[in-house]
Antibody, heavy 121, light 110 residues
């Protein structure tokens, strides 16, 4: 059974750096074609794709947020970490991680339940 | 941030057919990238509904179907049921090598 779970602080102050961890089971990120993405959803708004890391360590970032985001993986711990610098109130959202199992397409077949992050002083 | 455009809302009576459109551009759907659809109930994570344009994951009822043509895609719900009331998002890929989502559509069952 494939599962993913997001963890991190529920509250961060403006200008701080957010660090989120996605801990997964049931698959290996060293398997060819496997990918893990981060997506967020502000309250009442649409989904926004943030970043992705692939089995071969390739990294991809939302163009608008690229300067603030870093994604990394620890294959031995089955974890993917996302850091976002210089947090602002507009970054308040539920953050999800999700798996993409296909080497030729980019759908996300299993999602974590999400973690809610509020940015406020 | 969304680069795929969906109608904000669609509605229909039980048993009717509703269609949700997803309009992209030559840099994403029109570039040949697949379209996928997700269903999201309030307070829960999105769930994969349709992948690679037309495919249903195991357990998804066959009243849900997807199609793609040119720079657009559509999700059809045939035989609308009360339990289908949810938000629906399309998703594709962009030539800039990033994922893109639609603006989202709320389906209301009258």
């Amino acid at each position: 059974q494939v599962t993913l779970k997001e963890s991190g602080p529920a509250l961060v102050k403006p200008t701080q750096t957010l660090t989120l961890t996605c801990t997964f089971s049931g698959f290996s990120l060293s398997t060819s074609g496997m990918r893990v993405s981060w997506i967020r959803q502000p309250p009442g708004k649409a989904l926004e794709w943030l970043a992705r890391i692939d089995w071969d360590d390739d990294e991809y970032y939302n163009t608008s947020l690229k300067t603030r985001l870093t994604i990394s993986k620890d294959t031995s711990k089955n974890q993917v970490v996302l850091t976002m610098t210089n947090m602002e109130p507009v970054d308040t959202a539920t953050y999800y991680c999700a798996r993409s199992p296909s080497p030729v397409s980019y759908y996300m077949d299993v999602w974590g339940k999400g973690t809610t992050v509020t940015v406020s002083s | 941030q969304s680069v795929l455009t969906q109608p904000p809302s669609v509605s229909g009576a039980p048993g009717q057919r509703v269609i949700i459109s997803c309009t992209g551009s030559s840099s994403n759907i029109g570039a040949g990238y697949d379209v996928h659809w997700y269903q999201q109930f309030p307070g829960t994570a999105p769930k994969l509904l349709i992948y690679v344009n037309t495919n249903r994951p195991s357990g998804v009822p066959d009243r849900f179907s997807g199609s793609k043509s040119g720079t657009s895609a559509s999700l059809a719900i045939t035989g609308l049921q009360a339990e289908d009331e949810a938000d629906y998002y399309c998703q594709s890929y962009d030539i800039s090598r990033i994922g893109v989502f639609g603006t989202g559509t709320k389906v209301t069952v009258l």
